[in-house]
């Protein structure tokens, strides 16, 4: 089953393109309409954007930590010497900032033993009143292990926000800033692309030359992938897929691992609905499950087993592909994630499978009950799809 929260904010998909697959966001100073393909969330802005003014950039002290309210973690007040420190900033209407959290989280216990705290800032929600802080304590404690970091409210005074965002001149989350044991902020960039950095700067061999020589890489790299993702949509427009194809390589070659591997999602999902070439789809079963963040992340193999088995664009289904990867999101997920849990037992179903997919779909079902953010909508729905597969 697609779970509740949307998986296509999770992804970067080429499913409906309507906009370019990848942007930098803006802050929200206007009435939001987020595009969940984006790698960072945007609202639309109310004119020409400006250029911020930047005060912050990499090799300058980091500012201090001064938020509303810490909620998950012990309170950070300040940089203790000789400790890392990785400050990301997040909103709870951001796919993108939301499909980071696992990441955030495994680097977190990686790291947990090497003097290396993470800190995640909610920051830019909408809108700011009474009940916001409250809507936010309870959107982080849903999220329960996806978030297993210290989690921060900045609040309607934005004053970490200005300390850090603005002053660097970053519209987009999320965004994530990395302290070295001296203080500095020796690195800063989308939270997908820290791996190497954040290794490098715990084993005190990173540069702080090398950060902002990335840092003018990425953004020569903004023209390329706006002509890039022009080029993806003339394609797609055209039909020319092909080209679709060829554009998507290139596209990744400037993206960072975590975040590349996703762009085979968009390739198998595009080939599979807009091009209508289903063998072609099908034959990137192994290619999906090798690639880094996608093979190893049971949200996304769950949403590409789930369209394969519901979507209405899939003209042909094949049962043993989905079989397959919603069996090894299933393992990645320990058994303990309801929604997939639920397309396992579809797959099975479908396969003929008929106890298989009753046993499973009790068990989705029971999960979904004691789970905290449990909807009417949802349990209905399996309890509809146990009582088909009993026949009842």
Same mark, same amino acid.
């Given at each position: 089953m697609k779970p509740t929260r949307t998986l296509a904010a999770v992804l970067l998909t080429l499913a409906g393109l309507t906009a370019p697959l990848l942007a930098q966001g803006t802050t929200p100073t206007a009435p939001a309409t987020i595009d969940n393909t984006d790698v960072k969330a945007k609202p639309t802005p109310a004119a020409e954007p400006v250029a911020p003014k930047t005060t912050l950039a990499v090799g300058d002290k980091a500012p201090a930590l001064v938020v509303e309210k810490f909620l998950k973690g012990e309170p950070v007040t300040a940089f203790t010497p000789g400790k890392v420190y990785v400050v990301e900033f997040w909103a709870t209407w951001c796919g993108p900032c939301i499909a980071a959290f696992p990441h955030l989280s495994k680097l977190q216990a990686e790291y947990k033993d090497k003097g290396v705290t993470f800190i995640g800032v909610n920051v830019w929600e909408r809108p700011y009143n009474e009940g916001t802080l409250d809507k936010v304590a309870a959107f982080v404690e849903n999220q329960g292990d996806r978030m297993a970091y210290t989690v921060a409210f900045d609040g309607k005074e934005a004053k970490t926000n200005k300390a850090w965002m603005e002053a660097a001149g970053q519209n987009g989350i999320p965004h994530a800033f990395i302290v070295n044991q001296d203080g500095i902020i020796a690195w800063m960039g989308h939270p997908m692309g820290m791996d190497e950095p954040l290794s490098k700067i715990v084993a005190n061999s990173w540069k702080i030359e090398d950060a902002k020589a990335d840092e003018a890489k990425e953004?020569?790299?903004?023209?390329? &992938?706006?002509?890039?993702?022009?080029?993806?949509?003339?394609?797609?427009?055209?039909?020319?897929? %092909?080209?679709?194809?060829? !554009? =998507?390589?290139?596209?990744?070659?400037? /993206?960072?691992?975590? /975040?590349?591997?996703?762009?085979?999602?968009?390739?198998?999902?595009?080939?599979?609905?807009?091009?209508?070439?289903?063998?072609? !789809?099908? !034959?990137?079963?192994?290619?999906?499950?090798?690639?880094?963040?996608? @093979?190893?992340?049971?949200? &996304?193999?769950? %949403?590409?087993?789930?369209?394969?088995?519901?979507?209405?664009?899939? =003209?042909?289904?094949?049962?043993?592909?989905?079989?397959?990867?919603?069996?090894?999101?299933?393992?990645?997920? @320990?058994?303990?994630?309801g929604m997939i849990l639920d397309t396992l037992a579809r797959a099975h179903f479908e396969k003929g499978n008929k106890a298989q997919a009753i046993e499973l779909q009790e068990k989705a079902l029971a999960l979904a009950k004691a789970s905290a953010d449990a909807d009417p909508e949802t349990i209905a729905k399996l309890e509809a799809n146990l009582k088909r597969y009993k026949g009842n």
């Amino acid at each position: 089953m697609k779970p509740t929260r949307t998986l296509a904010a999770v992804l970067l998909t080429l499913a409906g393109l309507t906009a370019p697959l990848l942007a930098q966001g803006t802050t929200p100073t206007a009435p939001a309409t987020i595009d969940n393909t984006d790698v960072k969330a945007k609202p639309t802005p109310a004119a020409e954007p400006v250029a911020p003014k930047t005060t912050l950039a990499v090799g300058d002290k980091a500012p201090a930590l001064v938020v509303e309210k810490f909620l998950k973690g012990e309170p950070v007040t300040a940089f203790t010497p000789g400790k890392v420190y990785v400050v990301e900033f997040w909103a709870t209407w951001c796919g993108p900032c939301i499909a980071a959290f696992p990441h955030l989280s495994k680097l977190q216990a990686e790291y947990k033993d090497k003097g290396v705290t993470f800190i995640g800032v909610n920051v830019w929600e909408r809108p700011y009143n009474e009940g916001t802080l409250d809507k936010v304590a309870a959107f982080v404690e849903n999220q329960g292990d996806r978030m297993a970091y210290t989690v921060a409210f900045d609040g309607k005074e934005a004053k970490t926000n200005k300390a850090w965002m603005e002053a660097a001149g970053q519209n987009g989350i999320p965004h994530a800033f990395i302290v070295n044991q001296d203080g500095i902020i020796a690195w800063m960039g989308h939270p997908m692309g820290m791996d190497e950095p954040l290794s490098k700067i715990v084993a005190n061999s990173w540069k702080i030359e090398d950060a902002k020589a990335d840092e003018a890489k990425e953004k020569a790299n903004e023209a390329k &992938i706006a002509l890039i993702n022009k080029r993806i949509n003339d394609a797609i427009k055209a039909k020319n897929w %092909d080209d679709a194809m060829t !554009a =998507i390589d290139e596209l990744k070659a400037l /993206m960072p691992a975590q /975040m590349a591997g996703r762009m085979e999602f968009s390739r198998f999902n595009l080939l599979l609905t807009r091009a209508n070439q289903p063998e072609r !789809a099908y !034959a990137m079963k192994e290619t999906l499950l090798a690639t880094k963040g996608v @093979g190893d992340n049971a949200q &996304i193999l769950n %949403d590409i087993a789930w369209r394969v088995l519901d979507d209405e664009k899939v =003209i042909t289904r094949n049962f043993d592909f989905a079989l397959e990867l919603a069996t090894k999101a299933n393992e990645l997920s @320990g058994g303990k994630d309801g929604m997939i849990l639920d397309t396992l037992a579809r797959a099975h179903f479908e396969k003929g499978n008929k106890a298989q997919a009753i046993e499973l779909q009790e068990k989705a079902l029971a999960l979904a009950k004691a789970s905290a953010d449990a909807d009417p909508e949802t349990i209905a729905k399996l309890e509809a799809n146990l009582k088909r597969y009993k026949g009842n």
